[in-house]
């Protein structure tokens, strides 16, 4: 198949982990024989730097024309002097809005070759497997700001439509999963999650196969700690699925495990590992790229169909998990560029002993 990808390497580790996800491309590309072209914009501080601009127009159509967008991270210290006019986060702001992906997938599973890297007894992290679906265009993220001498607003707007559109996804997934969705609000305080469990519990009466339960924010972040494998799909509003997702890749091990897929009503999607530019390694060559390179993964099953090829990728890097190299984050000494080739080489070892597999029910070329 032909497919357009838009890249977006960003700042800091992000350059470095997207080209180990390209590379990932790349190689599925040339052995299914897909032809994949690839598109370098620019977002972030970078565009910041060259024009002023953190999502230039030309970057902004770049993605719309794509099939599938890849980015890297944005932001960093040279960005962030709470002053400046404009910030890197803006850019992807913008552009998580302007493609309307609004449902962010972000799955969480725990190897157990990495257990020992989690601050949970290895018991705690049998059979976790989370699929967290947050929100992405909505809520404080994108209300109106209001800024004083000495004060300053954040408003939460949710509609009904807004909170309905990412809920049915959640359902949608949970069927193809477990059956069991949990949604996260609080409720006992706001009157946008107040909006938000009533909508739940009306969409739940059209998924009777599903069991619904509903938790309040600040209780959920404590049993993600204490029962992890109670929980199948999340399913909350934007801030509070971003800090839930970096607190469930704690339970994996590191942040830059956890790959996403932000995705709208159509086929084109936004692909990022979850973790940040991490300035305080950029430049090092250590960034753990697997976020990216699962992403990538996501890419393929989400926005390309290609589940055969997605699979390929995930179990080769299972397989690096396994059996190393691991980066520093996860205990080990080797550097991005090493981890990636190992996930290259498992590839295309398991494209050799298992060709039909890999190939799938179609005919490769
Ligand atoms: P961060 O995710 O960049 O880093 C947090 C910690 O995790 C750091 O110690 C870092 O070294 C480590 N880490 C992150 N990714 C890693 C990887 N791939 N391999 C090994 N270690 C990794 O979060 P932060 O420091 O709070 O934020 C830095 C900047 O990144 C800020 O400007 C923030 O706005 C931005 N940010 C961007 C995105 C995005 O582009 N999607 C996401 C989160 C944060
Ligand atoms: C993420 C990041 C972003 C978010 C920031 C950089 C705007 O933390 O993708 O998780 O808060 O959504
Ligand atoms: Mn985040």
Redesign the pocket.
Known sequence: MKAHIVTLP?D??GPE?TAAAVAVLKTIAARCEHVFTFDEQLIGGAAIDATGAPLPTESLAACQRADAVLLG????PKW?DPNAPVRP?QG?LALRAALGVYANLRPLQVHPALADLSPLKNDKLKHVDVLFVRELTGGAYFGVKTRSEDAATDECKYTVAEIERVVRRAFDLGRDRRRHVTSVDKANVLETSRLWRSTVQRIAADYPDVTVEHQLVDSMAMLLLTQPNRYDVVVTENLFGDILTDEAAALAG???LLPSASLGDGRRGLY??I???????AGQGV??PV?AILSAALLLRHSLGLEVEAVAIESAVEQVLRHGPH?R?IGGHAGTDEVCDAVLAAIESHADSAAAFFCGARACG
């Open positions: 960003g800091g580790v982990v991270a944005v932001g960093g962030s986060e992807l590191s942040l830059g990022e590992p973790h940040g530019s991490a300035p305080d390694i960034a753990n976020g980066s984050d």
